[in-house]
C-alpha cells in the first residue's frame, strides 16, 4: 500500500480510538493495509510520521541537584546563617559544630531519597524487544520499535504482545491482562467486534501491547505504537503525577517553619533588647543570640526522625513488608482508607470449587487453595459423596475431563495448567478421587479440547470394566444445550431447564464461576471422537461453584482495620458479581452496590467525591479509574494506601499517599512505583505495617515532647541571662553539645518503645492535625520552665558563692543533662506513671542510653581535651549532688502533672481517640 492515503492519522482513523468496535474489513480500510502487509517503503514512511514503537525515557535530575535540593529546609537557613557570621566572627568551634549538624541532616536526605523514575523504566522494560510480522506477503521478524500502524503482526503462545492490536484471526487466542487490567485468569480473544462503552478487560477482539500469551495463535493488525498504546497512557499518566509527601513530612514542614519563624523572632527582639536598651556591643549580643538560636533549634530532629523510621523498617521487614522510601513508615501509621485490589491480595488467587449444584441437591465444599483438604456438606451436614450418585460421577467427570496437574512440591500444592481445571482436581483429592487414581482406573482414549467458538471439552474413557463413558465439562448454557435428562438420586429423570438456569442463577449470584459437567454412556460414533459426539445425548451431572476464596488471615485483617477506624475499599479489574460476593465474604461494602468502571466513566468528580466515600467495592476498574478513585479520596481529606501488582496500578499506587505493590507477582512496574512492597502478597501484612506505623508515629511524638522542653530551657536560661543583665550561662558551643550529643543519643531511645497496647483501638489521626496540640504546648512549656528554673537557679547560686563561671557552668550544663534523662523515663508514657518496674527499667535501652550518656558527661566534664573545646572543668561531689537534685526537680513535678491529669476528666479528652463500639464497621473516621 503507497498511495496517497496510506499516511492515515492513527488517532482519527477509528473515531478516537475505538478500534474495538470495528470490524476486520473497517480496520484495514482506515489504517490502508490488508493480509499481505505493508510494503517496506510505506513502513519507513509511517515510521518517520509516527516515530519508533517505544516510550520516550523521562528527564531525570543530576545527584548534584537532588544533593544542593536537600539543603533547601529553613531550619538548615537558619541554621547556615548562623555559621556564616560565627565563622566571620572567628568563632570556629561553633561555626564547625553547627555545619556538621547541617551536613549530617542533608547527607541522610540524599541517601534516602526515592527514585521514582525507576517506574517509567520498569514500563518501559515490558515492550516487547522484537514481533513477527507480515510485509510484502512475507513473514519474518523485526526489532519491535520498528513497529507502525497497519503491521500485520503474528501472535503464538509465550509471546509478549509488541503493540495494540485488532486480531483479526484468532486460533484459541488467550492472553494474560492481569498486568495491564486486574483480571485474574488468562482472557479468551476473538475477531469480533464489541460495544463501544466495553470495558479494556472486555474488549476481546483487541491485544494490548505488554500483555502475554498463554495459548494459542493469532493475526492482528497494529493500531497504535508507542505513547499511544494504552501502556504508554499509563506510562505518560505515571510521567504526570507529583508523588506526594507525607503527613509527617507535612507536619514537620509547618512545625519547621512556625518554629523557625518564632526563633528569628526572639533573637531580633533579643539582639534589639540587649543593644538598644541594655547597651551590650552588637559583637556580644550577636554571640548570645546565637546561643538562643542555638538552644532553641532542634537540630536532632531530622536524624532522629531517620533512625525511628529506619528501626520501623526493620521491624515491618520481619512481617514481610519492605519499604522502599523511608517516610512511608510512618505515613502508614495515618492512613484513613486502604485500597486493595482483590486478586492475590485480599484472595489467595487459587480458584476453589465452593458449590455442587445437583438435581435435587446443593452440596457446599469446605477448604480453600489447592490443597486437597475438606469435606462435601449439605444442610450444614458432612455427606459421603458415594450416597449420592450425580455428585460423586461429577467429581469423576471433573477429575478426569481435565488437562491440568496438581502437585505438591515442598509441603506446597500448585496447579500446573489452567486454574479452574486445577480447583476440579482439588475437588476430587478431597473425596479420594485422585488424578493417578482415575488415569488407572477410567484411561482417556480421545479428547475435544476446548476452544472458546464450542466452549466445552469432552473426554472419551473406559471405565475397569470395559464400558465406553464420554465426560463434558463447559460453559452451563453450552452443556445444558448438549444434555436430554439429568442424574438424580434414583437415576436418570427427565431434564428439567427451568431448575439448572434457576440455581445457575443463584450460584452466579454469589459470585462464583459456573462450570457445566454431563455424561455419556456411549462410545463416539467413529473411530475417533468428533463434534458430533458432542451434541446430543448426554446426561447432566452438575453445575460446579468456583471462586478464589479470600484468605483467612485477610478476612481478620480488614476486621483489625476496621477496629482501627480505617475504611477497606476494593478496587479490582473482576467482574461486578464476583467482586461484591468477596467483599461480603471480607465484610467491606456489605449491603452496598458495586460501582463498575463504566459507571465512574459517566461521573464528574463532584459526583465522584460523594460515591467513593459512600461504595466500598469498585469494579470492572480501568488505571484512570483507580487513580481518579485514589485523587477523590484524596480530596475529600482522606489518607490513602493504594495496593496493586499491574502496571495499571502504577500511576494510582504512585499517587497514594502509600502505595503497596506484591512482591510475589508483582510486576517491576508496581514495584518502582510502590512505596512498600508486601513480600507475601498478603493484605493482613499491610494491617500490620499500620500498627507498626502507628507505634513509629507515637515514637516520634515522644520523642519530640522529649525534645523540645529541653530546647525551650536552655533557650529560657539564655533569654533569663539577657533579660536581667546575667552573665551567660551557656555558650554557643556547650548549646549545641546538649543538643547534638545528649539530647539526640537519649531521645534515641524512645525509637525502641514498643507499640501501646491500644494503638490499634485508636481512630486515625486528623490528615491536618498539627505536631504539637494544645495539651503538648502546656507539657513543653511547664518542663521547660522546670529545667530553666533548676539550671538558673543552680548557676546563680554558684556565682554568689563565688564560684568560677567555668564551674559554674559546666554545673549547669550537666544539671540540663541530668534533667534530661530523668525526663527521658518520665517520657516513655505520655499520661501514665514511670514511677514503678515496668516505667523504670521495662525499656533497656532507654538505660543503656542513660549510661552512654553519664559517660559521654564524665568525659565533658574530665576530659583535657573537651575541656579545652568547651570550656568545662572538674566538679567535686558536693557540686553533683547538686546537679542530680536540679535533675529530680523536673522528674518529680512532671509525675506530679501527671497524677493530677488521670485524675480529672481532662484525662479523658486528653487520651487518644479510640473508636467506639457502636461505630458500623468500616464506617467514616470523621
Known amino acids: 500500500m503507497t498511495d496517497d492515503r496510506s499516511t492515515v492519522d492513527r488517532n482519527d482513523a477509528s473515531k478516537s480510538g475505538h478500534w474495538h468496535t470495528l470490524s476486520r474489513s473497517a480496520t484495514e480500510q482506515a489504517l490502508q493495509t490488508g493480509p499481505a502487509g505493508l510494503s517496506e517503503v510505506e513502513a519507513r514512511r509511517r515510521l518517520d510520521r509516527y516515530g519508533p514503537n517505544r516510550l520516550a525515557p523521562p528527564k531525570r535530575r543530576g545527584p548534584l541537584l537532588r544533593l544542593l535540593l536537600q539543603f533547601h529546609n529553613i531550619l538548615l537557613y537558619v541554621m547556615m546563617a548562623a555559621a556564616a557570621i560565627t565563622a566571620l566572627l572567628g568563632h570556629w568551634v561553633d561555626t564547625g559544630v553547627l555545619m556538621m549538624a547541617v551536613v549530617i541532616n542533608a547527607l541522610i536526605g540524599f541517601i534516602q531519597e526515592g527514585k521514582a523514575e525507576s517506574a517509567l523504566d520498569a514500563i518501559r522494560a515490558m515492550l516487547s524487544p522484537h514481533a513477527t510480522v507480515v510485509r510484502e506477503g512475507v513473514r519474518r521478524e523485526i526489532d519491535a520499535t520498528e513497529l507502525v500502524p497497519g503491521d500485520v503482526v503474528v501472535l503464538a503462545s509465550g509471546d509478549r504482545v509488541p503493540a495494540d492490536l485488532r486480531l483479526v484471526a484468532v486460533k484459541e487466542l488467550r492472553v494474560e491482562e492481569a498486568a495491564l487490567t486486574g483480571e485474574s485468569l488468562p482472557v479468551e480473544k476473538s475477531d469480533a467486534a464489541v460495544a463501544e462503552d466495553a470495558a479494556l478487560g472486555d474488549r476481546y477482539g483487541m491485544a494490548y501491547s505488554g500483555t502475554l500469551v498463554v495459548y494459542g495463535q493469532a493475526t492482528g493488525i497494529v493500531v497504535t505504537t508507542g505513547a499511544a498504546t494504552e501502556l504508554g497512557k499509563i506510562n505518560q499518566m505515571l510521567s504526570g503525577i507529583q508523588s506526594l509527601t507525607t503527613p509527617l513530612l507535612r507536619q514537620v514542614d509547618r512545625f519547621g517553619r512556625v518554629l523557625a519563624q518564632a526563633i528569628l523572632a526572639l533573637s531580633a527582639a533579643t539582639f534589639a533588647l540587649g543593644t538598644l536598651w541594655r547597651g551590650h556591643a552588637a559583637s556580644e549580643m550577636f554571640m548570645m543570640v546565637v546561643a538562643l538560636a542555638a538552644s532553641a533549634i532542634p537540630e536532632g530532629l531530622p536524624a532522629i526522625m531517620t533512625v525511628t523510621l529506619a528501626l520501623g523498617v526493620q521491624r515491618m521487614a520481619r512481617h514481610n513488608a519492605i519499604i522502599r522510601r523511608l517516610p512511608a513508615v510512618e505515613a502508614l501509621g495515618s492512613v484513613t482508607v486502604i485500597c486493595s485490589d482483590k486478586t492475590g491480595t485480599l484472595t489467595r488467587n487459587e480458584m476453589t470449587v465452593q458449590r455442587v449444584v445437583c438435581a435435587g441437591h446443593a452440596f457446599e465444599v469446605s477448604g480453600v487453595g489447592y490443597e486437597p483438604a475438606g469435606e462435601i456438606s449439605a444442610h450444614g451436614h458432612a455427606v459421603d459423596p458415594d450416597h449420592y450418585p450425580a455428585l460423586a460421577l461429577a467429581i469423576r467427570a ?305 520523642f519530640i515532647l522529649f525534645m523540645l522542653p529541653t530546647n525551650g530551657g536552655e533557650a529560657l536560661v539564655v533569654i533569663a541571662a539577657i533579660l536581667f543583665e546575667l552573665a551567660l550561662p551557656l555558650t554557643p558551643a556547650q548549646v549545641l553539645w546538649i543538643n547534638m550529643v545528649t539530647s539526640s543519643t537519649l531521645g534515641l531511645a524512645l525509637a525502641f518503645e514498643p507499640a501501646e497496647r491500644d494503638v490499634m483501638q485508636r481512630r486515625p489521626r486528623p490528615p491536618g492535625e498539627a505536631l504539637l496540640s494544645g495539651f503538648f504546648i502546656w507539657r513543653v512549656l511547664m518542663v521547660s520552665v522546670l529545667m530553666m528554673t533548676g539550671a538558673l537557679g543552680l548557676f546563680l547560686w554558684e556565682l554568689g558563692q563565688g564560684t568560677p563561671i567555668d564551674t559554674a557552668r559546666t554545673m549547669v550544663v550537666n544539671a540540663v543533662v541530668v534533667a534530661e534523662m530523668f525526663y527521658l523515663l518520665n517520657s516513655r508514657f505520655i499520661l501514665a506513671s514511670v514511677a514503678n518496674r515496668e516505667g523504670l527499667l521495662g525499656n533497656r535501652y532507654v538505660l543503656w542510653a542513660i549510661a552512654a550518656c553519664i559517660l559521654l558527661q564524665l568525659a565533658y566534664t574530665y576530659a583535657p581535651a573537651l575541656q579545652a573545646i568547651f570550656d568545662s572543668t572538674e566538679l567535686r561531689p558536693q557540686e553533683w549532688i547538686k546537679v542530680v537534685a536540679a535533675g529530680l526537680l523536673v522528674f518529680g513535678v512532671a509525675e506530679l502533672e501527671k497524677l493530677v491529669i488521670r485524675r480529672t476528666p481532662l484525662a479523658r479528652r486528653m487520651s487518644h481517640a479510640r473508636v467506639t463500639s457502636t461505630q458500623p464497621q468500616g464506617a467514616p473516621n470523621g
Open 398 to 702: 471433573g477429575v478426569l475431563c481435565n488437562d491440568a496437574r496438581l502437585r505438591q512440591e515442598a509441603g506446597l500444592w500448585r496447579v500446573e495448567g489452567d486454574p479452574t481445571e486445577g480447583a476440579l482436581l482439588v475437588l476430587g483429592g478431597k473425596t479420594g478421587f485422585t488424578q493417578h487414581l482415575g488415569e488407572e482406573a477410567w484411561p482417556r482414549l480421545d479428547s475435544i479440547p476446548f476452544e472458546s467458538q464450542h466452549r466445552f471439552m469432552v473426554t472419551f474413557h473406559r471405565d475397569s470394566d470395559g464400558e465406553p463413558w464420554l465426560f463434558v465439562k463447559g460453559a452451563p448454557e453450552q452443556v445444558l444445550d448438549m444434555c436430554h435428562a439429568q442424574m438424580g438420586h434414583d437415576g436418570e429423570q427427565p431434564l428439567d431447564v427451568d431448575y439448572w438456569r434457576r440455581m445457575a442463577t443463584d450460584t452466579a449470584a454469589k459470585g462464583l464461576r459456573l462450570l457445566g459437567v454431563a455424561c455419556k454412556r456411549a462410545a463416539p460414533g467413529g473411530e475417533r471422537l468428533a463434534f458430533a459426539d458432542a451434541q446430543s445425548g448426554y446426561v447432566m451431572l452438575a453445575l460446579m461453584g468456583i471462586i478464589d476464596p479470600p484468605r483467612e488471615e485477610a478476612m481478620q485483617a480488614v476486621r483489625e482495620c476496621h477496629q482501627a477506624g480505617i475504611r477497606v475499599k476494593m478496587i479490582t479489574g473482576d467482574h461486578a458479581e464476583t467482586a461484591r460476593a468477596i467483599g461480603a465474604q471480607l465484610a467491606i461494602g456489605v449491603g452496598k452496590p458495586a460501582i463498575t468502571g463504566a459507571e465512574l466513566s459517566l461521573m464528574d468528580d463532584a459526583a465522584l467525591r460523594r460515591v467513593v466515600m459512600e461504595v466500598d467495592v469498585f469494579a470492572r476498574a480501568s488505571p484512570e479509574h483507580k487513580l481518579r478513585l485514589v485523587q477523590a479520596l484524596q480530596a475529600a481529606g482522606q489518607v490513602v494506601s493504594m495496593t496493586g501488582d499491574g502496571v495499571n496500578d502504577a500511576p494510582a499506587l504512585k499517587r497514594a499517599d502509600v502505595g503497596v505493590a506484591m512482591g510475589l507477582k508483582g510486576t517491576e512496574a508496581a514495584k518502582e512505583a510502590a512505596d512498600m512492597v508486601l513480600a507475601d502478597d498478603n493484605f493482613a501484612t499491610i494491617a500490620r505495617a499500620v500498627r507498626e506505623g502507628r507505634a513509629v508515629y507515637d515514637n516520634l511524638k515522644k
